[in-house]
């Protein structure tokens, strides 16, 4: 903003010189070369016009960068505080969408808008003191077509910004309904509806379409607006300005109207709108920020009435024990799935978890690895609140990204070494399998494991448990979704760490893990039981 000063005041010494050297030399009949001063000077301006733009550039950028880096930190904690099972509600790709382009949709807003609502502001007026300086009708005449400029703006500003903010849900709407359609080609294609989805796609591209181009034609609108009021108040001051030179107007400050100082204010009324102009061109950035940080806060911290995971309490000291002490939780909307659970789990131990399908085992897990916050009841890990030390989990199907197998393993463990990744492989029984991979751990793996079957892919993801130091390893049917060779591959890398020393809680009904296990609960009722 100061940088936008400084180059606005520069314009002014810049104009005001100018009209003096032709007032000089024309009227005065001064030589050129006796205008050496004034030369200097304008150069002067011109630099230093030059240098403050730049600098006004590279200011803006430098705070949008910083706003826009504090913003995605911001989200993270959000989603972090949320967990798993209260984001399990939002479409993937908005929540990408929002990180990636809501949030880049905020620079504009930084750069160019706010500095410039201050300097549309700041600019005007010191042109106006200077103008009102020189002849106060000429001064008067822009002052009464300013505030125009900015009332018609406001009235088509409405209208865009509600434009704006539908412009953002669309893009959301539009970012998720592409990524279900991608995600389900195969079941698509087997029911032979390919054509119905791209015909889906297309009208909803369209639908977006139709609003983008809305919000240009608003957004055109406004600036044909301001350019229309700008040039008839140029046009009104230039016609005073000739009239008075000539000698046509003999009413107030005209008849001292003279070449310099009708120069003067002639070259500084488009100045004067300039500022304007820079923001009702920039006014957009403004729509298009308000309406991605109507997305960005959409999400308050209850949304369902889930509550937020409570913040990792301050350390206490450690324990051998996982317990879980009269623990009753559920899902807003509905009664409670878990009455009143008391668990407790020595280090070392494996413990599995049965119960009928519904009975509450995923949200017991989930209870323990801090993803929800009990209604009421205690849990604490080794003597630690849940979420505040990192704990293993696996589902039914694996979190595996497109990449090769160090980047799904690096994934959880950034600073695991090579040997470290190899000897992991190893224990879950997929040396074999690397070896026989054409480039081993840097060959490529699709989305969600592509290229694996299931039982290397759970055992994949096992492979990461014993890369991070997590003690706890909480397990949610992690053979449901396999089949028999599959499972019993699984069934062995699970025993393999068991054996090494980790806790391990598994939801299942596989006999073989029941028989691995050293006891297994039962989960009934909202209740627990030993088996
Ligand atoms: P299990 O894993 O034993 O099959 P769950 O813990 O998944 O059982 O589910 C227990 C109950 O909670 C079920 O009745 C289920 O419908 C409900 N439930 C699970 N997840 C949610 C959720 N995100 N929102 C609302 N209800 C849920
Ligand atoms: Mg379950």
């Not at 055992?459 to 003690?471: G, M, S």
Request: proline share 5%; net charge negative; charged share 15%.
């Amino acid at each position: 903003m100061v940088a936008g000063l400084v180059n606005a005041l520069a314009f002014i010494c810049l104009a005001g010189l100018l009209a003096l050297v032709i007032y000089r030399t024309v009227i005065d009949g001064q030589a050129l070369s006796a205008q050496i001063g004034p030369a200097i000077g304008l150069i002067g301006a011109v630099i230093v016009r030059s240098i403050s733009q730049v600098a006004q550039e590279r200011f803006g950028q430098l705070a949008s960068a910083r706003v826009r880096q504090r913003v995605r930190s911001e989200l993270l904690e959000q989603w972090a505080a949320r967990g798993p099972v209260n984001l399990a509600g939002r479409s993937s790709a908005t929540l990408a969408n929002h990180w990636v382009e809501q949030v880049e949709a905020l620079d504009g807003y930084f750069v160019r808008y706010l500095p410039q609502q201050w300097l549309a502001l700041l600019v005007p007026l010191s042109i106006l003191a200077v103008v009102f300086w020189l002849d106060w009708l000429a001064a008067l005449f822009l002052l009464i077509a300013a505030p125009l400029i900015p009332l018609f703006m406001a009235l088509i500003g409405m209208s865009a910004e509600r434009l704006s903010q539908q412009h953002v849900l669309e893009a959301g709407r539009l970012a998720g309904h592409f990524l279900d359609r991608v995600r389900s080609l195969t079941t698509l294609q087997l029911f032979g509806q390919v054509a119905q989805a791209s015909a889906d796609v297309t009208h909803t591209a369209e639908q977006y379409r139709a609003v983008t181009m809305r919000t240009l034609r608003v957004a055109f609108l406004s600036s044909a607006v301001l350019e229309f009021f700008a040039s008839v108040a140029i046009a009104v001051v230039a016609m005073y300005i000739g009239f008075g030179l000539l000698g046509y107007i003999d009413f107030g400050p005209a008849p001292q109207l003279t070449l310099f100082s009708g120069l003067f204010i002639l070259l500084l009324a488009p100045e004067f709108f300039q500022p304007l102009r820079n923001l009702a061109q920039h006014y957009h950035d403004r729509a298009a920020a308000l309406g991605a940080a109507d997305a960005l806060v959409g999400l308050p911290p209850t949304e369902h009435g889930y509550p937020l995971r409570r913040r990792a309490l301050s350390a206490g000291p450690r324990t051998n024990s996982v317990i879980a002490e009269h623990l009753k939780a559920g899902y807003p909307g509905r009664s409670a799935v878990l009455e009143d659970v008391s668990l407790s789990i020595d280090r070392g131990e494996v413990v599995a978890l049965v119960g009928p399908s519904g009975s509450g085992k995923s949200t017991l897990l989930s209870c323990l690895a801090g993803f929800i916050q009990p209604e009421a009841g205690d849990v604490t890990l080794f003597g630690q609140a849940p979420g505040a030390e990192p704990v293993a989990w696996l589902g039914q199907k694996p979190f595996l990204i497109k990449g090769s197998w160090v980047d799904n393993l690096r994934l959880i463990a950034p600073d695991a070494e090579l040997s470290a990744m190899h000897a992991a492989l190893e224990a879950v029984g997929l040396k074999d399998v690397v070896a026989a991979q054409p480039q081993g751990l840097d060959t490529p793996l699709g989305e969600g494991g592509r290229g694996l079957s299931g039982g290397q892919a759970q055992r994949l993801a096992l492979a990461r448990v014993w890369l991070i130091d997590a003690e706890l390893v909480l397990l949610d049917e992690p053979t449901a979704s396999l089949d028999p060779e599959s499972e019993a591959e699984v069934i062995e890398a699970l025993l393999a760490l068991a054996r090494s020393g980790k806790t391990l809680l598994i939801a299942t009904h596989h006999p073989a893990i029941l028989a691995m296990a050293d006891r297994a609960l039962r989960l009934q009722d909202g209740r627990l039981t030993d088996d």
